[in-house]
Structure formats: structure tokens, C-alpha cells
């Protein structure tokens, strides 16, 4: 059996915090490796199933501004993200739905107001090369960090009658309420703070501060300072960090491994995703749910 030619997706336009994301870097946080992967892995799964790849396939993952992007050579995408107008060769298109390409079509995105994270995912994934059993960029870990002008994003086109499964009609996702809960365990150093502040935490309504990145969220308002300091201890996505000042760090996908601050609460994994959702002008508010022993 002949072993299909790989084609390229040619970078027109980089966009801004334009990444190739997949299911992560796992196995290496013993090592100071940050996990990495989706930001939102509702959004990003969904592209790859609806194209019926492997749920951890390589996409390209945007949140500040998408990237315009010429394919080599035929091949089947989906776009998922919320408030984006999609155009292919200035044809509108939809979201959320198979989208065949033709060889030298060329796909650019427009976010409308609501900024969050988004994904364009391609037929079998993308192929660019896979260093730690990942193909997540990451400084220091890829020779990128993020997408560039000219960059040549490998894939295998796509071959006629060789994708069977059909996709009925779904629904787009709707865009997301003033304010999304999110789901927190309570974190290790949770009882450093005072009962007053405990029981006041979960009612407190908190913003993202534009700054954030995939590291971590910065939430604008204040808690209550403190002088507490903790030892150098393992955190993880998700990981909400206590600073001195009263400030709230909430650690995302490509978060160190270790920190100083109290950890207060963490994240469940879904909750993460429902962070990624959350656009520039909306409020989060932790919701305390049980462990579970």
C-alpha cells in the first residue's frame, strides 16, 4: 500500500497567539515540562471528531486574532470557536460543519466582538514534527512558539472515498452568558485563608485581565494580601494561585510546574475549558464542589 504524499497548509497570515495545540505534552512535569495542549479541549475535540480523527489531533488553536492560511492540495476541515465569521475563497462559510478544501483555496477567519479560544482542525490532523510524544509548540521544547508568515504546516491530503462518515446538522455552540461558573476543588493552602474570605470567595464576581495568555489568567480585582509564603510546591493547569498582593493567577495549559504562591483552589479539567471560553468582557465565579475521596 502506497503511503499517501504529504501536502502543506501554507501561513498567509500568522494572526496574533496563533498555535498547532493537540492532547498534550504528558508524562514529563517530573521533568519541569509543561503539559501544554488545548486550551479548550470542548471546542478543539469537537473539530476532530466532527472529522472523525483521533480526539487528540494537532490543530491550529487562535484566541487574539486568526490566521489566514492557502491549501496545497484537497483535504476536509471543521472550524469551531465562538463569534467567528469563516471565508473561503470569500465565500462565507459555517462553523461547526465538514468544510471540503479544493488544492489553493484559501481560508481567513474574522472574530467578531467575542474574543476566545478557537481551532481549525484538517482531515488526519496535522503533521508537524512530534517531540516528546507532542506536537504542542512550546518554547524552548519546538523550534516555534507560534505560527509565521510563509510557515508550511504538513498534512496528508485528502484522497476521494476515503471518508465515509457523514455528519448530521448540530447546533453552534451559543455564545457564552455575562458570567460562567466554574467548577474548583478546594487547594492545598485553601485553609491559610481567613473563614471571612473562605465563605466570600465564591461570591465574588472576577474578570480576566487582558494580559493573560496560555501560562496563566490574571483576575483583575483583589482579595485580601497576605504575607503567606509556601515552598516551592508542584501546580497544575488549572492551579488557582494566591499572590501577596490579593491578586488571583489562575495557571493554564502552559503553566510551569512548581510555584511559591498558596495554592487556594484548582480547576476540574472542564472547567479549564470553560475558562477558555469566557470573552473580554465577562466574569467567572467559582463555584466550591466536594472532593472526591
Known sequence: MLTPKVSYIEVVHAGIGCSIQDGGRIGYLSEGIPMSGFMDFQMAGLANLLLD?????AVIEWRLTPPKLKFSAPCQIVVTGIGIDIYLNSKLKEAFRVITINEN???SLRLNKI????YIAIKGGIQTE???GSRSFYSNITK???LKKRMKLPFVPFIENTITKQFSKINYYKKPSKVIFVDVFKGPEFELMPISLQSGLCRKLFSINTQSNRMGFLLNEFIEGHTNSIISSPV???TVQWTPSGK???LMRDAQTVGGYPRILQLTENSISQLAKVPTNGF??????????
Do not use: R
Request: glycine letters at 8%; a positive charge.
Open 53 to 57: 480523527n483521533n480526539v487528540n489531533a
Open 105 to 107: 483555496d484559501i481560508l
Open 115 to 118: 474574543k476566545g479560544y478557537g
Open 130 to 132: 512530534k517531540i516528546l
Open 144 to 146: 516555534h512558539s507560534f
Open 236 to 238: 497544575l493547569p488549572g
Open 248 to 250: 488571583l493567577i489562575i
Open 284 to 293: 467567572i465565579q467559582f463555584v466550591l464542589i466536594a472532593s472526591v475521596v
